[in-house]
């Protein structure tokens, strides 16, 4: 069970990891189902419908959280979802459930760690999201590939999708040559790699261009 919402930099590391796990099992001569938690926003169902991965999608709604009212309302769906998929975990008893961030992750964890369903909560953050912070006193320990000072920080490697790597991409093999590399996981990464190279553009035809500009 894979349970991610609300942000490519939550969702596409899901996949990333559910694959990594579906072929490690495959290896094994083990067929493994995967089953997506998400919510329901537009991004959220986009990047589903574009998956097709999965045996099972479940779009949970949440509110989103703007003021008293929403918070009173988002409380009270977290504990309807935690119920729901308390029945259907007892029922289909997974294997394994990832999270990687998002809301949805909350409700998912408390119900697979009170029937001692393993999970793996991913922190993908410099800091702890909403979702670490509430199910952390649950969890045996979290990965991340960023440094925690906690115990039950575990170092892990950050799930990228290799797959839109260009063909032969390799790595610098000039030590020499300053190299920059810019990586982005969320729904602002595309307009940030457009600002970097456009600034790399400006840089090529004026040296002097970062003396004028502060970042």
């Keep these: ?57 479940f779009h949970c709604k949440l509110a989103k959280r703007t003021g008293l009212v929403s918070h009173i309302a988002l409380c009270a769906q977290i504990l309807f979802l935690f119920c729901k998929f308390f029945i259907k975990f007892l029922w289909s008893r997974p294997e394994l459930v990832i999270t990687t961030g998002g809301v949805i992750s909350i409700p998912v964890i408390y119900a697979a760690r009170l029937l001692r369903i393993p999970v793996n909560a991913y922190e993908l953050n410099a800091t702890f999201g909403l979702a670490t912070t509430a199910a952390i006193p649950l969890l045996p320990y979290f990965y991340s ?32 040559k300053f190299t920059l590399f810019i990586q982005g996981g969320s729904q602002g990464s595309r307009s ?16 002097n261009y970062f003396d004028k500009k502060i970042f």
């Excluded at 190279?197 to 035809?205: D, G, M």
């Design 192 to 207: 940030l790699n457009r600002i970097m190279c456009n600034a790399f553009e400006a840089y090529l035809t004026n040296k």
């Design 145 to 176: 590939p960023f440094s925690y000072e906690h115990a039950k920080w575990r170092p892990c490697h950050y799930p990228v999708r290799l797959e839109h790597l260009p063909s032969g991409a390799q790595a610098p093999t000039n030590k020499k």
């Design 1 to 57: 069970v894979l349970a991610a919402s609300g942000s490519g930099g939550h969702l596409f590391p899901a996949f990333v990891l559910g694959m990594e796990e579906k072929e490690r099992l495959s290896k094994k001569n083990i067929q493994a189902n995967l089953v997506l938690i998400t919510g329901d926003q537009a991004l959220d169902k986009n990047l589903a419908q574009n998956k097709k991965i999965f045996s099972e999608t």
